[in-house]
């Protein structure tokens, strides 16, 4: 059985990298870089775009997504049920709210449940932006 080699090659510039990357760090350009594939013995090149087709609302399959529970009832139930995997939630509120606070607590119960817990938190820099007004 012959071995499968792929590699992705920028369209624009012929840059060859073996991973895919979204912008060609050669020339620059954005999803440029198209998987081929390169059978060992001969130089064939076959390429392969991924080609998505359309399909009708009937033959999307729903599956029931798997939420992780944040030990919080409702907060569970504000989020659908859970935190959805792969998710980004953005958490709102005035100043003093309790947003540090209520994602304290979820991260507690997660990480008791051994889950890894990142934090990133986006504060309102405006009100904290002292502009000089000149002339
Ligand atoms: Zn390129």
Redesign the pocket.
């Known amino acids: 059985m012959p071995k499968i080699k792929t590699k992705f090659i920028?369209q624009?510039?012929?840059?060859e990298s073996l991973k895919w990357m979204g912008k060609?760090p050669?020339?620059?350009?954005w999803n440029?870089l198209v998987e081929e594939i390169e059978q060992n013995s001969s130089k064939t090149y076959i390429a392969t775009t991924n080609v998505v087709m359309p399909l009708t609302v009937d033959e999307i399959e729903v599956t029931e997504e798997e939420r992780l529970k944040t030990g919080l009832d409702e907060l569970d139930r504000v989020l659908g049920g859970g935190i959805v995997r792969g998710s980004l939630i953005l958490v709102g509120g005035d100043p003093g709210i309790g947003k540090s606070t209520l994602l304290l607590q979820v991260s507690k119960n997660l990480l008791l449940k051994g889950y890894k817990v990142f934090i990133y938190q986006v504060r309102n820099l405006k009100s904290r932006l002292k502009l000089e007004h000149r002339g």
């Not at 624009?12 to 840059?15: F, H, N, S, T």
């Open positions: 920028c624009e510039c012929g840059y060609c050669e020339c620059g350009a440029s």
